[in-house]
């Protein structure tokens, strides 16, 4: 059974970084698959931020390009996301997924929440 | 960007009754369409993929239809554990993936 789990400080200051990490077991990142990261204000609809594929390549949304960064570490199983200076808008349930071509999210996080607030 | 839209963003519905939710893509998307079920707190659960073909797990009860601009889901007959948010998301022209606004279904 494919499992992903979130992990990261759940309050940042207006204009630093945040930074979360998925650990993924079950399954090994480096057999394939794009891995992506999903996000859910409080009270709205889902945001695709972007994904990564198992070999590094990554594909942003362009409303968040210039201040997303995802990597991937085969290593360690786990994929993470950074979103540079935020906002009080950035404020958010922060899930990552396996994304796969076909099927698109079929193995979600159970989403962690992060505030940005001083 | 291909705007997804839904309808309605609420559907009151009794238990037993038949639910029909709407997407509308601002462009075709082929079959490339998914919908996920959300509860409150919990992460949301792909249903269908393909535009109609139900996720591993998935009970028969939830049906998808359509392709190009129109999509359907269809809860043949509503539980008490389907009230929930439903969002579409269409995976066919991308980056961006884009997911429609939800439509809630509550118990009437």
């Known amino acids: 059974q494919v499992q992903l789990q979130e992990s990261g400080p759940g309050l940042v200051k207006p204009s630093e970084t945040l930074s979360l990490t998925c650990a993924v077991s079950?399954?090994?990142?480096?057999?394939?698959?794009?891995w992506g990261w999903i996000r859910q204000p409080p009270g709205k609809g889902l945001e695709w931020i972007g994904s990564i594929y198992h070999s590094g390549s990554t594909y942003y949304n362009p409303s968040l390009k210039s201040r997303v960064t995802i990597s991937v570490d085969t290593s360690k199983n786990q994929f993470s996301l950074k979103l540079s200076s935020v906002t009080a808008a950035d404020t958010a349930v922060y899930y990552c997924a396996r994304d796969t071509a076909m099927v698109t999210f079929d193995y979600w996080g159970q989403g962690t929440l992060v505030t940005v607030s001083s | 960007e291909i705007v997804m839209t839904q309808s309605p963003a609420t559907l009151s519905v009794s238990p037993g009754e038949r639910a029909t939710l709407s997407c509308r893509a601002s462009q075709s998307v082929s079959s490339n369409l998914a919908w996920y079920q959300q509860k409150p707190g919990q992460a949301p659960r792909l249903l269908i993929y393909g535009a109609s073909t139900r996720a591993t797990g998935i009970p028969a009860r939830f049906s998808g239809s359509g392709s190009g601009t129109e999509f359907t889901l269809t809860i043949s007959s509503l539980q008490s554990e389907d009230f929930a948010v439903y969002y579409c998301q269409q995976y066919n022209n991308w980056p961006p993936r884009t997911f429609g606004q939800g439509t809630k279904v509550e118990i009437k």
């Open positions: 079950g399954y090994s990142i480096s057999s394939g698959y794009y």
